[in-house]
């Protein structure tokens, strides 16, 4: 496993070379203690993962929270949660990529926080890449420190041949709903 930070580079493939098949997209946090606590007025933190194919600057389809699987049934989020409650991952999304549609070039993941708290009240906030086949981890990307933003485009995995590359970003941007997003993504194509 890699601890990715900004601006580095993943070849997805396995020891041997041969491209990654099947990834997940792991999301977890949990709100900053006292932060939203109970009678003080503040919900509870509420994280949704994306993923947003993109075929040159043009968005092709995305996943989130409201829809759940792209058209070409490549890129499917696993389930929407509210709080961040809970060991592990809180949301997950899984890529196919042998089935992404040939045009799609890039897909961005991001995190936005849809009731627009600053991720400054998140806690142990972490992004995770899995070879989804053999559930072995194979890189992290830890939000530390907050990012005085309400998301955050973590990464974005990129089409090299017929394998794919995942480059950290981890810039904050302005996002509480995904759909809402997309212009503020191309910047990172």
């Not at 993109?54 to 996943?63: C, S």
């Not at 890529?95 to 600053?118: A, C, E, N």
């Not at 907050?146 to 302005?174: F, M, Q, S």
């Amino acid at each position: 496993m890699i601890e990715l930070n900004k601006g580095q580079d993943l070849l997805l493939a396995t020891e041997d070379g041969a491209p990654l098949t099947r990834l997940r997209m792991g999301l977890g946090w949990d709100k900053v203690r006292n932060a939203g606590a109970a009678g003080s007025g503040f919900p509870d933190v509420d994280l949704d993962a994306t993923a947003v194919q993109f075929t040159g600057d043009q968005l092709f389809d995305l996943v989130f929270y409201n829809n759940l699987r792209t058209r070409d049934g490549s890129v499917v989020h696993l389930g929407d949660n509210l709080t961040g409650r809970g060991e592990g991952d809180d949301e997950a999304i899984t890529v196919d990529l042998g089935r992404v549609h040939g045009p799609v070039d890039t897909i961005v993941l991001m995190v936005s926080s849809y009731q627009g708290h600053s991720l400054e009240w998140i806690g142990h906030a972490y992004c995770r890449l899995v070879d989804d086949e053999r559930d072995v981890e194979l890189a992290r990307f830890t939000l530390t420190g907050g990012v005085p933003a309400t998301g955050l485009v973590l990464a974005k995995l990129v089409r090299d041949g017929d394998r794919w590359r995942a480059h950290a970003i981890g810039e904050g941007i302005a996002a509480t709903v995904p759909s809402e997003s997309v212009a503020k993504l191309r910047p990172f194509l």
